[in-house]
């Protein structure tokens, strides 16, 4: 009986010395050993590890991406005004024996390091440029340059910084001031361009048709007057023929054509000589 009470007890200690000498490293972790307190291992790959009991001991971090959401944080522009900026971090430990050394393993102590170097990174970003330049074409530079040195500093830490993204951007009271006063500037000045643009055109609209205009008329008293000239030569032809065939009939059509326009036309007095030609045939009607 005794013989197998200290069997049973073999076994069990036997179990238990293995269990504390084997540890399992899953995908989603990394795992750093140590021997009394120094780092002597961190490169595991997933699956089953031997450690010594007593003597090592292990720690597991998480392998898969983080996100740091920060609030709201001031940062200054070149031109000394403030901007708050709502950001997010996304990191990866990488080299987790440097993590360990940098941090002593504490999520929260490498976070708050982290989102030093980043507000760093973008302070100093933001202190070369102007408030337009920060918030419109310029914003996707600024974050390529302070990602790339957020980067540097990080990896110092046995961490790769994968992202960070800047989700708003807002305005201190005088900054909003100040850029809606540039805002109505801009616009009034574009109105304003807008607006001399056009008249230039309407000048240029003007002109062209007065241009016109007056080469139409031209056009028009030219053509009138070669009509007029060609009825007046085909009048003095008619004229001429009739003149040439009965001269008397000619002269007495005449007459009484000039009768006909001075005679009996409203208030008009003509002051003329009975005895002159004008009446020559109203005087042989007479007569006759």
Do not use: C
Not at 138 to 162: N, P, Q, S, Y
Not at 268 to 283: A, E, H, P, Q, S
């Amino acid at each position: 009986m005794n013989s197998l009470r200290l069997s049973a007890f073999g076994i069990a200690a036997v179990v238990i010395v293995m269990m504390m000498s084997l540890f399992a490293v899953d995908e989603r972790e990394l795992a750093v050993k140590f021997r009394f307190g120094e780092i002597i291992e961190s490169n595991f790959e997933p699956g089953l590890h031997v450690k010594i009991p007593i003597i090592n001991n292990v720690q597991f971090f998480p392998k898969q991406i983080l996100t740091i959401k920060n609030p709201q944080e001031l940062f200054l522009t070149r031109e000394k005004k403030n901007l708050f900026v709502d950001f997010f971090i996304k990191w990866q430990i990488t080299n987790v024996a440097d993590y360990y050394r940098a941090t002593s393993g504490d999520e929260a102590r490498a976070a708050q390091r982290l989102l030093e170097i980043v507000k760093d990174g973008i302070r100093a970003e933001f202190a070369k440029r102007t408030v337009p330049e920060v918030v419109t074409a310029e914003r996707r530079e600024i974050m390529e340059f302070m990602l790339a040195k957020a980067r540097g500093d990080a990896a110092t830490l046995g961490i790769h910084v994968i992202d960070v993204r800047v989700k708003r951007i807002e305005f201190s009271d005088d900054v909003s001031e100040s850029v809606f006063n540039r805002m109505r500037q801009e616009r009034a000045r574009t109105a304003a361009e807008l607006r001399a643009e056009g008249a230039e055109t309407a000048e240029q609209i003007r002109a062209e048709a007065d241009r016109e205009r007056t080469v139409i008329l031209a056009e028009a008293y030219r053509d009138a007057e070669k009509v007029k000239g060609q009825g007046d030569a085909i009048s003095a032809d008619t004229y001429a023929a009739a003149y040439g065939k009965n001269e008397e009939f000619y002269r007495f059509f005449r007459s009484i054509q000039a009768y006909k326009e001075s005679i009996g036309t409203g208030n008009d007095i003509l002051v003329l000589d009975t005895n002159g030609d004008f009446f020559r045939y109203l005087k042989n009607s007479e007569q006759d």
